[in-house]
């Protein structure tokens, strides 16, 4: 059994920074992409940022120059700093990897549970 926890969310005045993080626990042969999406209240899920198991990234053009994906692959962890916060950026964020479990079986695509970051003066 695979899970995903992420944590590090809360309340922050514009401009503020927040750092999230994203621990995988369980039985794991390997991770290969690790990402981060948000979702906003009344609003589809979208992609954050993303980064391969090598540390290729991308980013949504609306974090570009803020935010920056990181992990540490002996932890199994995905980090994403968050600078010179916006109100728009208030959603709840949720990691999301690809994961295998044993050599041989299926690659699968699993989420964390979700923080909720809330950027308000």
């Known amino acids: 059994q695979v899970q995903l926890v992420d944590s590090g969310g809360g309340l922050v005045h514009p401009g503020g920074s927040l750092r999230l993080s994203c621990a995988a626990s369980g039985t794991i042969a390997a991770i290969n992409n690790m990402a981060w999406y948000r979702q906003a209240p009344g609003k589809r899920r979208e992609l954050v940022a993303r980064?391969?198991?090598?540390?290729?990234?991308n980013y949504a053009d609306s974090v570009k120059g803020r935010f920056t994906i990181s992990r540490d692959n002996a932890k199994n962890t995905v980090y994403l700093q968050m600078d010179s916060l916006k109100p728009e950026d208030t959603a709840v964020y949720y990691c999301?990897?690809?994961?295998?479990?044993?050599?041989?079986?299926?690659?699968?695509?699993?989420w964390g549970q979700g923080t909720q970051v809330t950027v308000s003066s």
């Open positions: 980064i391969t198991h090598a540390g290729s990234t």
């Open positions: 999301n990897a690809d994961i295998l479990v044993r050599a041989g079986t299926a690659w699968y695509n699993d």
